[in-house]
């Protein structure tokens, strides 16, 4: 299953919180040029595998990770890694929009900071500007940098959160159900943004929405009880999947 091309393989992948194993034995690789859509019911292991690929499970009380998972053919879990230095190369997204309680301009700047991404003020200025328009959002915020980050709408938030993730200038992003509390307009822009930013990043995507998955992946990993049913192609998983369980769900049958 790993390719070439392969940003991130994970090979045969098992997590447990505490004695439940939320994860069987998963491989899938996510390639630099495509987005990835993870679907499956709810609580399928969809999120908790996403959480794998940059461990924040290790920010969760007994919670215990098993396999192979290389970003770029190194071991993201081998005890020399950088955790800091691995979730800015690998960057996340969550369902609620999170920015800082700070200013939008000190939302963004705040990794390129941490990380000494920026040798002057004209600098950090320059990444956030930058950061902000491959965000979609420049132009809305351009004249109230200084206002706070939590007083734009909610999908004003989400792509400040993505414009957040991106300053620190990651190569995979992983955005968990990033739609899940926005309207259907705010929905559609962070769509495009993902379509945009396709091929920049590696992308990977947790999502409920499986029309979403159709119109913005390229691969789908079906999850269904802590198991990798089905991962392909998405046009070829949702007009003809391979698996029966795929099939039952996305023609509703459950979930």
């Known amino acids: 299953m790993v390719t070439d091309h392969a940003k991130i393989t994970a090979e045969g992948v098992n997590v447990f919180y505490g004695a439940k194993q939320a994860i069987r034995n998963v491989s899938l690789h996510v390639r630099q ?17 996403l959480r794998t690929l940059n461990r924040m499970n290790d920010t969760i009380a007994g919670a215990r990770v098993e396999g192979d998972v290389r970003l770029d ?25 999170n920015p800082f309680p700070k200013s939008i ?3 963004v700047a705040y990794g390129p900071r941490i990380h000494g991404l920026a040798r002057s003020k004209a600098e950090l200025a320059q990444i956030v500007e930058r950061s902000l ?6 132009n809305e915020v351009k004249d109230r940098l200084s206002e706070s980050g939590t007083a734009l709408s909610g999908g004003q938030q989400q792509r400040l959160c993505i414009a957040r993730a991106i300053a620190v200038d990651p190569e995979v992003i992983l955005m968990d ?29 947790v999502t409920h929405n499986m029309q979403q998955a159709a119109r913005v992946s390229q691969k789908t990993a079906f999850f269904h009880l802590g198991e990798l049913v089905e991962y392909g192609d998405t046009s070829a998983m949702f007009t003809n999947p391979r698996e029966e369980r795929t099939k039952d769900y996305i023609t509703g049958r459950y979930g």
Not at 81 to 96: E, T
Not at 133 to 138: P, T
Not at 179 to 201: H, N, V
């Open 33 to 49: 040029d495509e987005v990835t859509a993870f679907i499956g019911p709810s609580g399928c292991g969809k999120s908790t595998f």
């Open 73 to 97: 053919g190194e071991d993201i879990y081998a005890r020399a890694m950088d955790v800091v230095q691995l979730r800015a190369r690998v960057g996340m997204v969550f369902q609620k929009p």
């Open 105 to 107: 301009f000190e939302n």
């Open 133 to 138: 328009q491959r965000a979609g959002l420049w």
């Open 177 to 205: 159900e990033p739609c899940s509390a926005l309207d259907p307009i705010a929905t559609a822009r962070i769509e495009e943004l993902i379509s945009d930013l396709r091929g920049r990043y590696a992308i990977v995507i």
